[in-house]
């Protein structure tokens, strides 16, 4: 009987950047111990090893102030290297996530030197990403950018369960490259895999949905207040940096890192929206149907593009536009305002 495949999963980056709490929302309970998890100061020391039904995870402790690059490389790249040293196949280190802090949204030296010393087999996983504003998610990424492809790099938030869907995807894809065995046991790694996490994906994936859907319809709302402006085109601006807003926010809650180009492809291409803003403020009275309508359409187009991991086809996206574009029409957004306000 073939060995069975366990991946093997190296967490590390800085004290205090969420490692432990990440690995607990990516494993069933009981896992990790809430013990094993502080708010006030740094939990691990040394490494943890935190095992299930199909992956190790290798809690590495985090990088102290004033603890150097190399000194700290040198304790995570030493884990790497006597599991190397065992000559036992099922001690290798299949894939690292290196967590970076995302509510400071600032890209250190010392980051940027660990993440270029680190192989391949590197993620660069945002922690904490529902505290980023928009423009520290640019800044943030436009730097992360020059380091790492952007597929690499994935935004999490272990206390609103986002992203994470995300991350498992990419970590069992570094890992199957890593895993060097007969395709036998690889069908038998990816089974497993998808046994272990079929129900926390649902509930990730319901979550996420939730989270998405109430965002699409807070920006509609406030795209529908700023139509109120009675000056023609002064909305446009506002109009087109709360759909942006939107997206990224989106995209943050599926775990994915917008860039300008996926920014560009989703406000234009599901539509023609600057069209319909600029209609909107020749035409008074459609003014915050329009507004709203379009904004809630662009929405749930570009919650489709992510919950299907980037891989909607220009034409599926032009089609989720559309029929989200006839379901808005249904709504009264003035009545809906009005009800938010009681609210």
Known sequence: MSQKITANILVCGKSGVGKTSLVQAMTLPGTVPDEAISDSRPCTQG??????????????????????VEQYCSTV???????????????????IWYCLNGSGARLQSADAKLIRQFSEK?????????????EQTESLLAELGTLLPVERIILVSSMEKTGLANLLD??????????????????????????YYSSMRQLWRSGADAAADEL??????????????????????????????MIYKLGAVYGYAVDKTVLTMLAGMAGGSMAGKLAASFL??????????????????????????????????RREFLNAEKEAKKTDWKQKMQEEEEE
Not at 123 to 130: E, G, P, T, W
Request: hydrophobic share 45%; aromatic share 8%; net charge negative.
């Open 77 to 95: 790249m030493g884990e790497v290297v006597q599991r190397l040293d065992s000559d036992k196949s099922e001690n290798l280190v299949h894939a």
């Open 122 to 134: 590197a993620l660069l996983i945002v922690s904490k990403a529902d505290l980023m504003r928009k």
């Open 284 to 317: 008074p009275f459609l003014k915050i149907p329009i507004a709203a309508g379009v904004t809630y359409a662009v929405g749930k187009a570009a919650k489709a593009y992510f919950a299907s991991g980037m891989s909607l086809s220009k034409e599926e996206l």
């Open 170 to 195: 990419e970590t069992q894809k570094v890992a199957e490259t890593s895993i060097d065995q007969a395709e036998e046991e690889l069908n038998a790694f990816r089974l497993r895999w998808e046994e």
């Open 47 to 68: 490494f943890d090893l935190y095992q299930t039904e199909v992956a190790n995870f290798i809690d590495c402790q985090g990088m102290e102030p004033g603890q150097t």
């Open 216 to 245: 699409i319809t807070w920006a509609a709302g406030r795209a529908a207040a700023i139509a109120i402006i009675p000056l023609p085109l002064a909305d446009v601006g506002p109009l087109v940096a709360n759909e942006a807003y």
